[in-house]
């Protein structure tokens, strides 16, 4: 199993110790190293500035929010990192949810797999550079049909590194997890865990058995965000995971458009999920947090002694995710290496 070292994105300002601890990951032998965006810091920009003192690791977007820019742009710096990184950049999409996609970008939610279908497309046509892109889509027509009816149909100046830049998507919902395995080269979930591992593979399977599928199960990466924390004390190690739980679970998109909080009603957390959602939406953050019981984090998190996880570590080698990303500081990584490398 690869492990894959995922900065996030930023809060007030920039992750302290963060190119340390990416050189530190690339020593350590992480086969990636991937950034983040909300609405604050963007992907591109940490990713190049750090990127550029490492040689040898995997450089990835864990996610570009699509509605953040048009695909056109979105392929433009795709294919810019990738020339810089010596074919080392994977490009990783997400639909994002409303509150940010209509809220910050001024952009309209609704139809986001048929969206997120054209987008893709369209950044395939600008990676392969084959001619002039066109597209005559719902959501996206390339040229512009309007304003001065001068639109022109236009070729990459640029030759890329590679043809065929590989693309994660980062999905939860059920369709959207087909969709990526149909479409895309890899796959992001948030919240993983191996009790949902027959429902993994039927969405997934589905994905692949349509016409025109890209991958397969041979071929097809997923890269899982999960939280791995080396402590003697399990109920601590919780402790640290649970706030980062109830953000999601609880405030991170609208009561009634919450994916994250979807997914923990799917995994049998249903009375939990919700309760945790209307303490944190009525600003009772800390009740909401200590509400999360720690059988829940054990399930999407590896905590514990080293003789614990790697006891645990079975099951998830068991299950389709083929990546483990990890977060924290280099001390961090080195204690998950030593356990999950070792």
Known sequence: MKLGYHIGYWSAGPPEGAQETILEAERLGFDSVWTAEAY?????????WWGASTSRIKLGTNIVQMSARTPVATAMSALTLDHLSGGRFILGLGASGPQVVEGWYGQPYPR???????????VRQVLARKGPVTYDGKHYQLPYQGGANLGKPLKSIVHPLREDIPIYLGAEGPKNVSLAAEIADGWFPIFFSPKMESFYRERLAEGFARPGARRGWDDFEV????????????????????????????????????????????MGYESVADTVQELYLDGRKDEATATIPTALVEDVALIGPAAKIRDELDRWRETCATTLLLQGDASRLRAAADVVLS
């Open 40 to 48: 604050g810091s963007d992907a591109f920009t940490p990713l190049a």
């Open 112 to 122: 986001p797999l048929e969206r997120t279908r054209e987008y893709i497309d369209i």
């Open 223 to 266: 890269a899982a965000s999960v939280p791995l924390i080396v402590h003697d004390d399990v109920e601590q190690a919780a402790d640290m995971i649970r706030p980062f739980l109830a953000l999601y679970m609880g405030g991170m998109g609208a009561k009634q458009a919450n994916f994250h909080h979807e997914v923990f009603v799917r």
